[in-house]
C-alpha cells in the first residue's frame, strides 16, 4: 500500500496517496486538512526541509515524496514586494503578504530567487519536533558540523555516491545510529 503521513493542526494526522499530480494532492490536502482555498501548500519532512511542490504541480507526487514517510504541513507565503520588483522593476513601502501566488507570479518569484516565508500548520512545533527548522534544500541546518561529507563511490566511478533522496547512504546510516542513540539516552 502506497501512502505517506501529514501532521498539521493539534498533531493531527492525514494519510495521503503520492501516486497523483501534485496539484491534485494540494488541492485535497487543502480540501481535508480545513485550509482555504486562497493559501499555498507546501510539505516539509520532519527535520523542516521543504519539498517545494509548489514548483512541480504537473508532475506526480511521488517523485517527490517517499512513501510511508511522516511530512509536515505548511503555508508559502511570498512577499508582494519581491513579486512586483520582479514583474516591474520597482520597489514598494508597503509590504503585504500574497498567501497564493498566481502560476505566471511562481515563475517570476523562482526566476528572481526570493525566497517565501514558510508558516508551519502543526501546533506546538517546538515540542513535538525539538530540532524542526524550517529550510529549503540549499540551506544547511545550522547544527550541521562544517567537515565534509564523504561519499560511497558508485560501481561506474563516476565519484557520485549512492545516494536516496539527495543523501549519501553513509549520511542516512549515520542519522539512523544517532537517532537510536538519542532515543536510548531519553528513556
Known amino acids: 500500500m502506497v501512502f505517506a503521513t501529514v501532521r498539521y493542526g493539534q498533531d493531527q494526522y492525514i494519510l495521503i496517496n503520492p501516486q497523483c499530480t501534485v496539484i491534485n494532492l494540494l488541492d485535497d490536502m487543502r480540501r481535508r486538512c480545513g485550509q482555504t482555498p486562497t493559501i499555498c501548500l507546501d510539505l516539509t519532512d520532519q527535520t523542516g526541509l521543504v519539498i517545494d511542490l509548489d514548483a512541480h504541480k504537473t508532475e506526480y507526487a511521488d517523485k517527490y515524496l517517499k512513501t510511508h514517510e511522516t511530512y509536515v504541513l505548511v503555508e508559502k507565503q511570498v512577499l508582494e514586494e519581491d513579486l512586483l520588483n520582479s514583474e516591474f522593476g520597482s520597489s514598494t513601502a508597503d509590504l503585504a503578504l500574497v498567501r497564493t501566488p498566481s502560476p505566471a507570479q511562481s515563475i517570476r518569484s523562482t526566476r528572481s530567487q526570493e525566497k517565501p516565508k514558510y ?45 536516496r533522496g539527495g543523501r549519501t547512504m553513509k549520511s542516512v546510516a549515520h542519522a539512523i545510529s544517532a537517532r537510536k542513540r538519542l532515543k536510548a539516552s531519553a528513556h
Open 119 to 163: 508558516n508551519v500548520l502543526l501546533d506546538n512545533i517546538r515540542e513535538l519536533l525539538p530540532d524542526y527548522r524550517v529550510r529549503r534544500s540549499n540551506e544547511k541546518r545550522k547544527d550541521a558540523s562544517s567537515r565534509p561529507t564523504s561519499r560511497v563511490s558508485d560501481e561506474d566511478g563516476s565519484g557520485r555516491g549512492k545516494s
